[in-house]
């Protein structure tokens, strides 16, 4: 492991690191995470979908724009022209939870992992605040990067993807 | 519990909800999530904070700017004019990981858990940002809420709050 | 009629009005504007809320956020803490079109009807750039102020207004 | 036609569509709308321009700045790094209105139609807000797409295109 | 003088200040500053007002929207409802410069000195954007609080303000 | 030295250049500023570095976050994807200021230099907001574009640079 983090120069000072060098190539990042919440809360996002409000959809489409709002929240990344950005959401019975998965696409010098963690934080925080009125105890937990392809680094897959 | 989420509307349709004729009390959320990380990536963190990169400073800030821009990013919150943020963060040797805790306060109609969340989300995002090339196995996780004062609903303390 | 526009100075120089006296009162303001489509498009929305794809759902937050920026939009608008934003669709047949509806209220020294407005235009933008890739010569039209209420001006009432 | 909307997947859910394969080729979109106003406020817009108030170019550069925000505002719009935006203004004496055209280019996977229809709500929203205390009843109208050059699609242009 | 600056608490760490005990009191801040380039730049600008391009007119506004952005650019500034923005223009002849003043207002518990500073900043480094390809050498010099009323602190006046 | 700025068209209006054909090269811009102070405030600096709160870090932080908004700010400026920027600052005893530095680098058609003088500035308006309440006569100034690199236009360097 280096003895230094590549957002600090030298003297430790941060910057948004050089990337003018590295090929415009194509780019895939894949993040999860969860919130865990009462089962009376998952069965009003279930029955939610049907008829008395879609918080997936409000979710899903928070994470997109969320996506496209990364560099403006995370000081030190590049901005990227993202090409893709997908949500998919899936109810989990036992413990109760909804787990949010988002992939995210570009074509440039940068991956776009913080783009796909920023898209299922966002999603997440924003079931939270639909839900938050009927159950305070939520919990948000095992956000991570499960998957990245392209760039200098090549690939990478969690031990746990699919 | 209700059989209704308050987002939605009686036929189901987001909306952002009438707060015009709730009383502008003073308010305040605390927030904390953690970031399970590497040992050896718990080490630089804290030599950071001496010389080679202060990573807690970078986070702390984004976080702080992230508080101001909830209502941009989750789309039925409210804009709040928010008077307090502050983030404090703890390493935790073993396991190894970084905590996070943040507050926000603002003198409104409606109350701030959001804010605090959100500050929380994005200072443990430019963490992982900042130390994602030495170690990708990262994983935030314990995201919640702590405490809430003020507003028609009262006090909310978690359990494991201290 | 005046021979001067309030948001210019006597020297013909534009500025942000000064408010500074003006009372915080309650405001709302009601707008509506209509996108005109082709038949086919027009059913492919109404089968989306079903199953197809949710075309009103995602033009529905996108006013909503919309009418969040309208001070990062139009140059001269003051800031304002909106309290509530609605948008209602409704489906017309012969000519087919969807009306947009938008609902803005605050408890501050300035109306918001732009707010409202903006929900409106931001609506509709997104429908025709959901329905773009079927139907090119949709036309968006009669965007105008239904209603207006509080400030020191009084209440206004489309002609046409229900 | 096709029986589903390409801004949402097989399942319905809205995403922002993979365009990582589309060619970077130059594109080209132009757009018009009207503004509906009175006789005498038109007059204060053509007076305006020489020495009480310049309402057209505060409109034009609102209108330029909302074009690169059209990502920012439309939820499954790509972020574009546009190449070139340009406004005009036409007086229209009888029935009075402010006639508004657009064009936006870019060389990239994606076409800008969307960024030309935003500069042109945007523009005469400003219209609207700096007249309103004047003219209560103006009607935005007539908001279509012109022409669309580049791309797989080809070449679009509206029947009543000059 | 104290040895503590109040953006950063006990343990040195930045935070966003406590403002929720104060008054909301009506606050005024004046900030003034320059751009010095050639003479015949200067002359350039002159003539736009009239015909070629108004320089100042797209200076001012700049001004005006970047005001409305300063507590997403200043990291520990509170988020402000500014009720005032005014900017005026001098052309100095010799040495050639064009002075910048800018005037910010709002009823709230903090000050709005950095309001009025970045209306100045922008709208000068927005004249350099538009005269850079005519002229490299400009410099923007002697940006400064002339003035400021309102608050806790009370009045302060530059001793140079007029 | 043409007898009309390009920012504005043959009628004087002003328009965001067409770029369309230029050339993707690689760009970069280095521009520099002051901050006058008090020695006091000086040395508060300097002792923040270690441990009373590093006024040093976050302005550069606020700079590097800045330099991605540059085109939001300044209404004529295209959109830019930075490869990477980087802020210097250097303490000066006598008279006591704090110069910055800052380098911005893209690979595209268009300079960015506004990006670099952005930088600049926001970062010295930070070290303004943070010492504000202990020194209310700083100036900022000597603000300027110190060399460019890249583009049509070929390099440039200010007589003053190292």
Redesign the interface.
């Known amino acids: 492991?280096?003895?230094?983090?590549?957002?600090?120069?030298a003297q430790?000072?941060?910057?948004?690191?050089?990337?003018?060098d590295k090929a415009a190539t194509?780019r895939l990042a894949v993040a999860e995470?969860l919130i865990r919440l009462e089962a009376?809360?998952l069965r009003?996002i279930e029955d939610?979908s049907a008829?008395?409000?879609?918080?997936l959809?409000?979710a899903?489409?928070?994470g997109?724009?969320?996506?496209?709002?990364t560099?403006?929240?995370?000081?030190?990344?590049?901005?990227?022209?993202?090409?893709?950005?997908?949500?998919?959401f899936e109810l989990l019975p036992d413990p109760p939870a909804v787990r949010c998965t988002a992939s995210a696409?570009?074509?440039?010098?940068t991956g776009v992992?913080?783009e796909a963690?920023?898209a299922v934080?966002?999603a997440l925080?924003?079931i939270?605040?639909?839900?938050?009125?009927?159950d305070?105890?939520?919990?948000?937990?095992?956000?991570?990067?499960l998957q990245?392809e392209g760039g200098r680094s090549g690939s990478?897959r969690?031990?746990s993807a699919p």
């Open positions: 492991m280096p003895d230094q983090l590549t957002h600090f120069d430790g000072q941060a910057h948004m690191v050089d990337v003018g194509r995470g009376a809360t009003l939610g008829k008395k409000g879609d918080v959809g409000v899903r489409l928070a997109i724009m969320a996506a496209k709002k560099s403006e929240l995370i000081p030190l990344c590049h901005p990227v022209a993202l090409t893709r950005v997908a949500l998919e696409e570009t074509v440039g010098p992992e913080m963690l920023t934080q966002v925080l924003t939270y605040d639909m839900c938050k009125a009927v305070r105890g939520m919990e948000i937990t095992g956000v991570r990067l990245k990478y969690h031990p």
